[in-house]
């Protein structure tokens, strides 16, 4: 398979090492400097990019009839324009805020306490995300998953990184040297705690789904999440 990396950093290199150990070719590495020159030639697009560049990323990989999927977080103000112009291109696009199997399942597992603890008055939720100071945005879009899981869950409506009032979901975003990415849900009483956590110990994960996501949609065409690609929809 044919691959354009649109983002050539931290996570485009990795990316490129485990698609070659794959069998896959790279026919772009697209950074703030070069062009989208060969994009056509690509069987699929991978972004992972900058917030600020993401749409446009997406957007160039669509009009060349490729079909992409975007690991760049921060940009989504702009997901459903970009569903409305893939729908128009009749092309093929998936947005996963974290590619790693792990965290796929932990996606689970938090909907299903979510709705667990929503019967259970005396427990108060708020989360934790833990990355290194190298992120441009926050909360972080693993973050903002595991919020909206437990919004659509409970009676909690919305996630702020502010004081918390009894309805929203207090979210500490931490940036502290060189840490992957780590996500902690915690709900409290008066009495106790409940913590789940997923600690990535490196980018492999994420890089492994990428390219994962990225062979599962090469032929495909319509909107995607990685719970597609894992199969996870009604587990
Ligand atoms: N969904 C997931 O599983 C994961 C998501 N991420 C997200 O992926 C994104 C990238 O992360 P990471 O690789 O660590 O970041 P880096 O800062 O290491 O790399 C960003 C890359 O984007 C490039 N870039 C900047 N502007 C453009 C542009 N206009 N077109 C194409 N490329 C551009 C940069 O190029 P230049 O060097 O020229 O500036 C650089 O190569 C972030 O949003 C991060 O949050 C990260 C890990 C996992
Ligand atoms: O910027 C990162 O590094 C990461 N970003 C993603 C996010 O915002 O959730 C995924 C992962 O946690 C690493």
Sequence with gaps: MKIALLGYGKMGKIIERIALER???????????????????????????????????????????VPVISGTTGWLEHYDEITSYC??????????????LGVNIFFKLNEYLAKMMNQLEQYNVSMEEIHHTQKLDAPSGTAISLAEGIIANSNYTNWTLEQANTQEIHIDAKRIDSVPGTHSVFYDSAIDQI???????????????????????????????MQDVLNLNNK
């Design 195 to 225: 913590e789940i956590k997923h600690t990535a110990h490196s980018r492999e994960g994420f890089a492994l789904g990428a390219v994962v996501a990225s062979e599962w949609i090469k032929d495909k065409k319509g909107i995607f999440t």
């Design 23 to 65: 069998g896959h070719e790279i026919v772009l590495r697209k950074t703030s400097e070069s062009s989208f020159n060969g994009i056509e030639k690509a069987d699929v697009a991978i972004d992972f990019s900058v917030p600020s560049s993401a749409v446009e990323n997406i957007k160039a990989a669509l009009d060349a009839q």
């Design 87 to 100: 729908n128009e291109q009749e092309g093929a696009f998936l947005y996963g805020s974290n590619f790693s």
